[in-house]
């Protein structure tokens, strides 16, 4: 299957700072990425939806001016946890797929942030 | 928004068993649907999908079926091995999101 690069795997930040997650399409060109908050022993929480060279489409309850998201490219999307707080700490995974409502989506490894 | 079910949370069967994952959704525009597989640790990795012009679709040990009237389609896995146990996620794809239900835990004991 297609490759998926999420970086960092962990990172650990002040309260206050902001953290920049990168998501990476490494073998093909994603024109929609997910990016998901999971919880130990819970499910994939859709944090938000974006489509390359639009702008994020956020679920009901997360802050877009606290989780900002950029796709602007077809290899590229980044989520920037700004002025993180101890309860952002969770872990973040994204996903990405080709255009087309039927198409696999395949996941990054995931980045484990912990807010101090 | 889509809602997406998953039953049962966990389930424990012997080696060799048959298991079966439940899951209802919400939105009828969804119209593909994954089981994803997660080991402890690791990235969530697509075992099998179907399509919502396909009722059934069957891969070695591996088998969904879709009932698109109902809103429901369900993970059998046939001769299960301990490899198997690992956490289970249904998902829906309504409005170009991809939408998980809660997940289930399986474990198959040798």
């Known amino acids: 299957g297609a490759v998926v690069s999420q970086h960092p795997s962990w990172v650990i930040c002040k309260s206050g700072t902001s953290v920049k997650i990168e998501c990476r399409s490494l073998?093909?060109?994603?024109?929609?990425m997910f990016w998901y908050r999971q919880f130990p022993k819970q499910s994939l929480m859709l944090m938000a939806t974006?489509?390359?060279?639009?702008?994020?489409?956020?679920e009901q309850g997360v802050e877009k001016d606290k989780f900002l998201i950029n796709h602007a490219s077809l290899t590229l999307s980044t989520l920037t946890v700004t002025s993180a707080h101890p309860e952002d700490s969770s872990f973040y995974i994204c996903?990405?797929?080709?255009?087309?409502?039927?198409?696999?989506?395949?996941f990054g490894q995931g980045t484990r942030l912990t807010v101090v | 928004g889509e809602n997406v079910e998953q039953h049962p949370s966990t389930l424990s069967v012997q080696e060799g068993d048959s298991a079966v994952i439940k899951c209802t959704y919400s939105?009828?525009?969804?119209?593909?649907f994954p089981w994803y597989k997660q080991e402890l640790g690791k990235r969530p990795q697509l075992i099998i999908d179907?399509?919502?012009?396909?009722g059934e679709k069957k891969d070695q040990r591996i088998a969904v079926t879709l009932n698109k009237t109902a809103k429901h389609f369900s993970l059998h896995i046939t001769e299960t091995q301990p490899e198997d146990s690992a956490v289970y996620f249904c998902?829906?794809?309504?409005?170009?999101?991809?939408?998980f239900g809660q997940g289930t835990t399986l474990q198959v004991k040798p």
């Open positions: 073998d093909f060109q994603a024109t929609t």
């Open positions: 996903s990405a797929k080709v255009r087309g409502p039927n198409t696999e989506a395949f």
């Open positions: 998902a829906a794809t309504p409005q170009g999101k991809l939408i």
């Open positions: 939105d009828s525009a969804s119209n593909y």
């Open positions: 974006s489509n390359e060279g639009s702008k994020a489409t956020y």
């Open positions: 179907i399509r919502s012009n396909v």
